[in-house]
């Protein structure tokens, strides 16, 4: 009775095992679609308030043209990188990462070019 049941058990794993290894697998997106719409947005928001604060910095004068020139030159190098992950139609969590990094050290320098001593008069 016990080899029985090991024997049926065999079997109906083994039918089980055929099933699923006939499934298709998923198909994957065509380049064209985007599979993540949301993490694209949010770092297109985030580039685009940064970029806000920086022409806000020299238009009240905490921030000099010079220094302007500088943090606009660095938003630029980001937004190079924000084109180039999404060029082949996602943007990986880890291009995100590195892209978020990237933003998080230009707001750092922004913040700290709006509140050094320096004023445009």
Do not use: C, W, Y
Not at 39 to 51: K, T, W
Request: hydrophobic content about 25%; cysteine-free.
């Amino acid at each position: 009775m016990n080899f029985r049941h090991i024997i049926l058990t065999s079997i109906g794993t083994l039918m089980l095992g055929g099933a699923l290894v006939a499934q298709e697998p998923p198909k994957p997106p065509t380049p064209s679609q985007t599979t993540t719409p949301r993490r694209e947005a949010r770092i297109e928001r985030r580039s685009e308030r940064q970029q806000g604060r920086i022409e806000q910095g020299v238009k009240s004068g905490q921030v000099t043209p010079r220094e302007g020139a500088r943090l606009e030159r660095q938003e630029a190098r980001v937004n190079q990188d924000i084109a180039r992950a999404e060029a082949d139609g996602k943007v990986t969590r880890r291009e995100a990462g590195r892209i978020q990094r990237k933003q998080n050290r230009t707001s750092r320098h922004i913040q700290r070019q709006k509140h050094d001593a320096q004023v445009v008069k």
